[in-house]
């Protein structure tokens, strides 16, 4: 029996979402995915059985990953999604489509789907854009300083991450060894990261690539950027606190970074821009974005610790906003390629309940937090498996679903002898 | 007439060399070529006529990139290279190579050949090895407080750069704008780069890939290691001393990294092994290297500004070793990517005409340095050509040359409004 997907309008990935991902069946190859309720479009068996002008982007929508169609630009990205829109709006079409077997269930047991790494990542930079994050961090590391430092309120402050070590959301993450020292110790010592944690975060995915020597104006971020994801940034903070100075983070970050398996469009969440916050100090004129368009962004993020909510850190809070984020990255003239990824930040607001790291939510690890069932944490454990998940206003009161980032805690490995 | 190529026994690019490199002709296709005095093997080309057990390897060595044959690992990296070597010192079959056109010279004004970017960059990170100059920037830059910071001697620190703009020598660089706040002014200014710098470094390219989860120890480090190449990691001081706290270098360095043409294979530096100096302190078990495989390397570097020599940065003075370098990357459970480009940081001796950075041979831009024809230099200036080059030991009195890395600095263009 054909099911043909039915979509209520409070559906979290109705067809005002359509986000992108990669997907297998059955170990066969991959193909490129629209999530669509509780199913999984085939994108380019559906191309390829339909009529329309679609069909000149045939290649791009049946390649194995979502760069080629990321790399096509904004006017290929809006032609396909009409076309999709139009395509599982119409019950003619779905039905056509679910009988050519092109809309499988996400959670059919009999024939579970594989989600995969949506593009594959050209550079990942993360920023630090929050500044409630910032400004707590400060507090708990620097108490007799300023919260923040001097650049924060004129730049947005970011560093290159290791592209090599970013996952798709389901793949365990493995604690990670490293050196670490106490703060009454001589040298330090070398283990198990004790401090594990986690920063939620949202990414954005680069399409148009840019060339050498040419900036990128915050007025051209939309030609640029393809679509949004969850990310996690999980954090060893006993490696991160012993080896930041004077370069800033490595081993502390560079062993995983969880991405959701599902892209997107940055045209969805046309009905969540909102304003950034007030701008409390004059910005150069390459990121001032007072009287232009709106780049805030209105996404209520959760937090879940094994099923258990921690918080729900708001990113209309976000200091800086990605077009800012974009045009300071390319400013010097630096490149962009189809795939990078460039990630918010913790996103944290005000509010207690609202951070999105444990080293804010326990103060640097002084006061457990504790969860729904009674049981408290300082850092992770092993086995704790984390979620991240995200909605956002769509208009007209309707919201749309952010694909969920989860990983679960391995213990650490014994290392082999070198 | 066809040219065969004579090799003299002190020519820095003879049968112990044979370092690798990607060109094209006449805008025709890319190729893998080995260079050979001053000409270079069409690597394909020779493997396709010739034959031999090379003949498994025939796609590797015809791709466009040197990708396929790095991840090929270290047993077809010794089949290749000791083909070569037999092709190249075989009278018969030199002669004939050359008189089917695939030994052609490098700089032949009738058919000029172009060099491409050798290998496609997949993460890169820059460390910080040499204890001369991270002490040299300490008392710059905090001369009030310990030259080193107190990890320094303990790991090996590095963080990671951008991939997209790794460019090949001959590329040239445009002179970046920032943010870059003055001693005494209350908030930032923009514009072009006041304090243009090079540094002197050299590069190790990862042929073999590793697993997440699974650190790469030193005695694993030959069998992942492809090769070396020369890097001049370009700097903006004005715009990374605004930036950099607390997450480190980000725009400051994301704008340009200039590589050499040509990767050294590890095997041609076997000559060059010598002992790293003396660690003052005792080191972790992964990174301990005392009685071990010797993993410095005497390589003489040499920084020319527009012809001149500026100074001989002796990369022998490095305190932490490619090796340790790895091993430290990958503690975490990092994987490796074919393609990871790891640099040493600036080569920096203990002389002050061993220095591979203006920063340190001007004390901060305080002390203008004199090039040999008069001029003086605190900054490098529009036009200003740097070239480094370095050679190494190869036994029996032998030496190798590295191929150079070179770039001319481009005045800063007008930015678009945004």
């Known amino acids: 029996m054909i099911e043909v997907p039915t979509v209520t309008e409070d559906d979290l990935f109705g067809p005002d979402n359509l986000p992108y991902g990669v997907f297998s069946a059955d ?11 509780n199913h999984v479009l085939d994108l380019g068996g559906a191309a390829a059985v339909l009529d329309g002008p679609h069909r000149r982007h045939a290649a791009l929508l049946a390649a194995p990953v ?94 290159h991450g290791r592209a090599g070590t970013v996952v798709v959301s389901g793949t365990p993450v493995i604690r990670p060894h490293g050196q670490h020292r106490a ?35 915050m007025a051209a971020a939309r030609d640029h950027l393809f679509g949004v994801c969850l990310l996690n940034d999980w954090s060893a903070r006993d490696l991160q606190a012993w080896e930041y100075r004077p370069l800033g983070p490595f081993l ?3 062993f995983a970074t969880s991405v959701s398996a599902w892209v997107t469009p940055l045209d969805a969440l046309d009905g969540a821009r909102t304003a950034p916050p007030p701008r409390s100090h004059p910005l150069l ?26 918080s729900g850190p708001p990113f209309a809070a976000m200091y800086w906003t990605a077009a800012q984020q974009l045009a300071h990255l390319t400013v010097n003239g630096a490149s962009l390629r189809t795939g990078d990824l460039f990630a918010s930040g913790t ?11 444990l080293l804010e939510m326990t103060w640097g690890g002084r006061d457990p937090v504790r969860l729904p069932d009674g049981t408290e944490r ?11 998940t995200a909605w956002a206003p769509a208009g007209a009161g ?15 490995r014994t290392p082999r002898s070198s």
Request: hydrophobic residues 35%.
């Open 27 to 37: 170990g066969g190859p991959r193909r490129i995915g629209v999530r669509y309720g």
């Open 66 to 159: 979502l760069n080629p169609l990321m790399a096509a630009g904004r006017p290929v990205w809006t032609e396909v999604r009409a076309a999709v829109r139009s395509w599982l709006t119409d019950p003619g079409t779905l039905r056509l489509l679910a009988g050519r077997g092109l809309l499988p269930r996400l959670d059919d047991p009999g024939r579970p789907l594989t989600l995969h790494l949506p593009f594959e990542v050209a550079d990942y930079v993360d920023f630090y854009a929050s500044e409630h994050h910032a400004a707590t961090v400060g507090r708990i590391f620097r108490p007799e300083a300023e919260p923040l430092t001097p650049n924060w309120k004129h730049l947005p402050i970011g560093y």
């Open 183 to 217: 703060p009454d110790a001589a040298a330090p010592g070398f283990g198990p990261s004790r401090r594990l944690d986690i920063e939620a975060e949202v990414g954005f995915v680069v399409g148009t690539p840019s060339p050498l020597g040419e900036p990128v104006g």
């Open 252 to 254: 502390g970050k560079s």
């Open 285 to 310: 004129p390459y990121l001032d974005d007072t009287g232009g368009e709106e780049w805030g962004l209105d996404l209520r993020l959760e937090v879940l610790l094994n099923g258990q909510r921690l």
């Open 347 to 357: 996103v944290s607001g005000p509010g207690p309940h609202e951070r999105g790291c």
């Open 378 to 388: 300082v850092f992770l454990e092993d086995g704790d498996e984390v979620t991240l």
């Open 398 to 412: 309707r919201r749309i679903g952010l694909g969920e980032v989860t990983g679960r805690v391995e213990p650490a």
